[in-house]
Each structure stands twice: as C-alpha cells, then as structure tokens.
C-alpha cells in the first residue's frame, strides 16, 4: 500500500454516484482500507506512509464528507487512519495498531508480529492474562483477553521497557 492508493481509495469514497453501488460498499471499502493499514507488517512502509499523513488531512474534516449520508461511518475509519498513522509518526512501529483495535496475542504471535511471554489464563472465567514483545520494536506489552458477551475482545497496554 502506498499513499496513492490510500488517497485514490478515499477519494473515489466521496466522489462514487450513491445510485450506483450500495451504501454498505462504500462504507466498508473506506473501513476495509483503514484495517488493511493497521494490519501492514511492513515498518518501513508504514513509516512512508506516516511522513506523508498530511496528504489525508482533509479527508478527516467533516466538511469534506458534508453531502455524504455515510459520513459519520466513513469519519471514524478516517479518524482510526490518522491516529494509526500519527502514533507511528511518533513511535516508527506498527505495533501502535494495538491501541487502535482489538487484537489476539496467539494469532498476532502466529503471523511472528509479537513474541508471547507469559500467559496467564482462568479456565472458569475464559481470561487470558498475557504478557508480551513487539518482534519489530521490542515494547512490551500486558494484554488481556476476555468475554464480552457479544465475543471475545482484548485490551493491550504498554509496559515500561526493562
Ligand atoms: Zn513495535
């Protein structure tokens, strides 16, 4: 991905004739390209990415999307573009996408994103207690995983470095 494409996705978003396609779509393309982002593994990519933000700056005014009827739905994948993109301005790692969504330590562990610790779970309960490194960046982090009624979610936060 690169910020051409990140750019053309988001215009095309509010310049597509609503009669053509159907609501969901445009929802979900603008959704789907902000998760795809959270979800690159490529740090210098994202890094690339991240220098150029001031490119998608205008896509996060309200204004921009005022004739849309999606825009709050379209907005808050925006907003979770430039907060992603602003923190690894700051920190250089993908491993802000933590803040941004709920991820599980097994399957981030899987794909080699982060190394697993310890991992503390209560059968009765189902929560999982996990601590947790960044393989890109070496933060560590303490991650709970838990029912939520609707799912399983997870919250991740960072530790101080040792
Ligand atoms: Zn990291």
């Known amino acids: 991905m690169n910020i051409e494409e ?7 978003g ?5 009669s053509e396609i159907s609501e969901i779509s445009e929802i979900s393309e603008i959704s789907e390209i902000s998760y795809a982002l959270l979800n690159l593994s490529d740090v210098d990519m994202l890094k690339e990415l991240a220098e150029n933000r001031y490119q998608i700056r205008s896509f996060s005014e309200p204004s921009y999307w005022s004739s849309n009827e ?5 907005l808050k994948s ?23 969504a709920s991820y599980f330590a097994h399957s981030e562990t899987k794909h080699g994103l982060i190394e697993i610790l ?7 309960t189902r929560e999982s207690k996990i601590t947790c490194k960044c393989t890109a960046c070496g933060q560590p982090y ?6 939520a009624g609707f799912g399983r979610r997870s919250k991740w936060q960072k530790r101080t470095r040792p």
């Open 6 to 12: 990140l750019l053309s996705t988001l215009t095309t």
């Open 14 to 18: 509010n310049k597509r004739d609503i």
């Open 70 to 74: 999606n825009k709050d739905a379209i």
């Open 78 to 100: 925006i907003n979770r573009i430039v907060k992603f993109l602003d923190a690894v301005s700051i920190t250089g790692c993908r491993c802000e996408k933590y803040a941004q």
């Open 118 to 124: 310890t991992n503390d779970s209560d059968p009765k």
């Open 142 to 147: 303490s991650v709970r995983e838990f029912e």
